[in-house]
């Protein structure tokens, strides 16, 4: 069974870090390009940041600078660095392959607020 798991949201002040993580299951995880996406409150869910079976990285260029996305095939995981938040980076975050969606996890909530 396919299976996406995100942590390590929560609230974090502007100006602060958060490292997102996202264990994979049931898939052969070191063949995937893995994304992560964000969905803020009434707007469509977006990639942020991906990274390939290479480890060739992007970014969106509202967290470029900002954001390191980096995975661990061996633990089958990504992870999201995520440093000098603004409260505008606050959402759901989520994980899936980029060119081979599967199944969505249930997210994690980033919030960032003073």
């Known amino acids: 069974q396919v299976q996406l798991v995100e942590s390590g949201g929560g609230l974090a002040q502007p100006g602060g870090s958060l490292r997102l993580s996202c264990a994979a299951s049931?898939?052969?995880?070191?063949?995937?390009?893995m994304g992560w996406y964000r969905q803020a409150p009434g707007k469509q869910r977006e990639l942020v940041a991906d990274?390939?079976?290479?480890?060739?990285?992007n970014y969106a260029d509202s967290v470029k600078g900002r954001f390191t996305i980096s995975r661990d095939n061996a633990e089958s995981t990504v992870y999201l660095q995520m440093n000098n938040l603004k409260p505008e980076d606050t959402a759901v975050y989520y994980c899936?392959?980029?060119?081979?969606?599967?199944?969505w996890g249930q997210g994690t909530q980033v919030t960032v607020s003073s």
């Open positions: 899936n392959a980029v060119k081979r969606p599967v199944n």
């Open positions: 049931g898939i052969s995880f070191s063949s995937y390009h």
């Open positions: 990274i390939t079976t290479g480890a060739t990285t």
